[in-house]
């Protein structure tokens, strides 16, 4: 994978460097993130006496990735990526450390405890993909980030396997593996980090919003962070649910795990070459793309509960996902002056990861008031609305909006 680096980045060699390493942590970090898709709403529901809560120990992550974002970004932005990643990681370790814990005292409440803990690196792992399009060259933006979107690939490969060898790995507790597994992830995510050079980056983060009022006066800024948020929250809103809709249909787990296989497949295999994609055909068409695909994914969801329901839906879900996600990203960065970058991303993340919490959480309760159709189809709406956005966009800039200040 790191032998393409050159391709995808066009960069020097420090910066292909940064951007494999930047690659490999993306890898190890959705493997984490894979997982406690695959266990986390099951242990919830397992350990909760609530059912309706099981999916709020995974919506806590989100919930501290919301509240992490900003304090990293000042952190980063004094200390450098280097420290940020590396603190990120070491919270990553204690808090699946922590799952395993509770897993073995069965306590709910110390499994929605270390998630927070999860949720905070997570909040250092979301600016991965900002480090990459600060590492590249101008106009290289959109395939190295894509290119270390792309290491999430990692995890399709082997998170079912390790899903599946690590469910019951240590018996009588159900998923205590699966934790030990996550923890493993974050380790290597520590040793990635710590191999790191890159400079810091531009920018301070003061507030949400110091500095950034003639920013949200662009209208691609404001499009670029509603892109986000779709891309995201309707993406997790059906990815978390998942399990448990399968689980009700009477789908077993080693199912469950293929599916989450596919859907993290079609998230990370494209953006292989999402990047030359933006370059070829232009930022705004691929982005109404990722609209479409994802408006397909809530299409074929809706209309039946099968397997292969369930895994054309996640797959085409996935698709949509790299897409827009890539695109919104990309669009961030072109929206943001220098100055702006560190307040900027602190800024989208904020509000992208801060609905998502809200779309973990209520995905438990959606499935347990409404069926699966109902639940898919409620995505619609936002989908839309971004579609609408970005053609409206695509009329005033063209399909390929320039960088502000150039």
């Known amino acids: 994978m790191t032998a393409t680096v050159t391709d995808p980045a066009h960069a020097p060699g420090g ?5 494999a390493l930047l690659s490999l942590s993306q890898g190890f970090y ?16 397992m350990l909760a006496e609530d059912k309706s809560l099981a999916t709020l120990p995974f919506a806590l992550t989100f919930i501290a990735n919301t509240a992490t974002t900003i304090p990293a970004s000042m952190l980063m932005a004094r200390q450098g990526r280097r420290a940020g990643f590396a603190l990120g990681a070491c919270l990553g370790i204690a808090g699946a450390l922590l799952a395993a814990v509770a897993i073995a005292m069965a306590s ?9 803990l999860v949720g905070m690196s997570n909040g250092f792992s ?11 060259p101008r106009g290289g933006e959109a395939r190295a980030i894509a290119f270390v979107i792309s290491g999430g690939l990692l995890a399709a490969l082997v998170g079912p396997t390790l899903a599946g060898a690590s469910r019951d790995a ?17 380790v290597l995510m520590l040793i990635a980090a710590l191999a790191l050079d890159l400079r810091k980056p531009a920018g301070t983060v003061k507030s949400l919003s110091g500095g950034l009022g003639a920013a949200f006066r662009r209208p691609r800024f404001v499009i670029a962070i509603l892109a986000g948020i779709t891309a995201y929250t309707v993406m997790n809103l059906l990815m978390t649910a998942t399990p448990l809709a399968m689980v009700a249909c009477g789908l077993d787990f080693t199912s469950t795990a293929q599916v989450i296989q596919w859907h993290v497949l079609g998230m ?15 930022l705004m068409p691929m982005m109404l793309a990722g609209c479409l695909l994802m408006a397909m994914a809530i299409g074929v969801g ?20 790299s897409a827009l996600f890539v695109g919104a990203t990309t669009l961030v960065s072109l929206s943001l002056l220098p100055a702006e970058r560190g307040p900027g991303q602190a800024a989208n993340d904020f509000l ?24 898919t189809l409620s995505a619609l709406p936002p989908v839309a609305l971004t579609a609408c956005a970005l053609a409206w966009l695509w009329a005033m800039e063209g399909t390929r909006p320039r960088a502000i200040g150039v």
Not at 30 to 45: E, F, Q
Not at 108 to 115: D, E, H, R
Not at 174 to 182: C, D, K, N
Not at 353 to 358: E, K
């Open 15 to 19: 910066s292909r460097r940064a951007i």
């Open 30 to 45: 959705t493997i984490m993130t894979m997982l406690l898709v695959t266990v986390s709403a099951l242990a919830g529901h």
């Open 108 to 116: 709910f409440l110390l499994l929605c405890a270390a998630m927070v």
């Open 126 to 136: 979301v600016f991965l993909r900002h480090a990459a399009g600060e590492a590249a």
């Open 170 to 186: 240590i018996s009588p507790y159900p998923f205590l593996g699966t934790y030990l597994v996550i923890a493993g992830a974050a």
């Open 268 to 282: 990370f295999a494209p953006a292989l070459i999402v990047g030359r994609l933006i370059e070829r055909f232009g």
């Open 302 to 321: 809706a209309s039946g509960i099968s397997v292969w329901h369930f895994r054309i839906s996640l797959t085409l879900l996935g698709l949509g996902w």
């Open 352 to 375: 992208v990861f801060g609905l998502v919490a809200l779309s973990a959480f209520f995905s438990g309760q959606l499935i347990e008031r409404f069926d699966w159709a109902t639940l």
